[in-house]
């Protein structure tokens, strides 16, 4: 990318500390049918030279990501780093269950993690001692107590940001969150007043890739170019932030 940094963006090192670029979400940056140094984040961490700490994980639901987003963090705190975060939103209708570490779905508990994500459309990976339960779930879930859930996560994790000094930009990777149910939501008045949260209402990050069916398609390897074009550019234009004090 031929973009240059604008002096006074993130992207300017003002001191001899390494930056840290932390990403985490789904699939959707963590496709494993791309090369790990051809996704978005090892494409923008090289750009401006930083360090890359790429946590997504295929199949994983927005509650896991936020609450990871936050153990790693504060891993990379307590050596005093500076850390710039993107975090992509996955589905709503996925959500946590403490299950079996040792159980067929051992992969999702890495990191020493304790939960798995139970997806609404995959049936044949749920744990067979709670079927029953997840079908009753997926048919009485309400889509405005989901969103209020994670607008809630949402603002407890730009707190810790904010508390830490990380910058960030959040964002969703589909385009599956409901407009008319989103705006009455008293936990995104809040949020959208964010300039760090790209507009959960008219961004998704899919929409940047290229592919056919961009709303659903994983990016290909070209498609994650693209969207590192993007980051690269909204980064270098973002205001420093000071380090963080000693953790």
Known sequence: ??????????AHESNNSMTILYSNGCSFTGNNLVDRHCRYPLIVGQHFGWAVHDHALPGTCNTKIIRCTIRDCLGLLQNNEKITALIQLTF?????????????????YQDNDQFETIKSLDEK???????????????????????????????????????????YCIFSGPDTLNKNVIL????????????????????????????????????????????????????????????????
């Open 92 to 108: 709503l209708e996925r959500w946590e269950y403490a299950g079996d570490p040792d159980g067929a779905n051992s992969w999702q």
């Open 1 to 10: 990318c031929n973009f240059l940094c604008s002096t006074g963006s993130i």
């Open 125 to 167: 990976n749920w744990p067979s001692e709670i079927k029953n339960y997840v079908k009753q779930i997926c048919v009485s879930q309400r889509s405005n107590a989901l969103y209020a859930q994670l607008f809630s996560n949402l603002v407890g994790l730009i707190c810790f940001f904010k508390t830490h000094k990380i910058d």
């Open 184 to 247: 009455q939501d008293s936990f995104y008045q809040y949020l959208k007043t964010d300039p760090n949260i790209l507009s959960l209402t008219d961004f998704y990050m899919l929409a940047l890739s290229g592919t056919e069916n961009g709303k659903m398609s994983h990016p290909t390897q070209e498609g994650m170019q693209r969207i590192a074009d993007f980051f690269i550019k909204l980064l270098g234009a973002m205001p420093v932030t000071p380090s963080a004090a000693p953790v």
